[in-house]
């Protein structure tokens, strides 16, 4: 698989919760939590699970953080 991506972390899988229509999954990257967002179909195709290898891979416009 080659993609366009130049940020893609590899590490473990720490956590997978799932919803009605949406999981969370939590890598931990050398002690940096990356958690995303995806469908349940995609967890399953994916065959995630707690302990897998996984790639976080990060294609943004922009990151905005606001505060009062």
């Known amino acids: ?3 366009s991506a ?8 720490t956590q997978i919760v799932k919803g009605t229509t949406t999981s969370h999954i939590t890598l931990d990257v050398n002690g940096t939590i990356i958690t995303s967002a ?3 179909e995609a967890v399953d195709e994916l065959e995630l699970a707690v302990g897998k290898e996984a790639y976080a891979i990060i ?3 922009s990151v905005m ?3 009062d």
């Open 1 to 3: 698989m080659k993609l």
């Open 6 to 13: 130049r940020n893609q972390l590899k590490d473990r899988i």
């Open 59 to 61: 294609k943004a416009s």
């Open 65 to 67: 953080v606001g505060v």
């Open 38 to 40: 995806i469908t349940n």
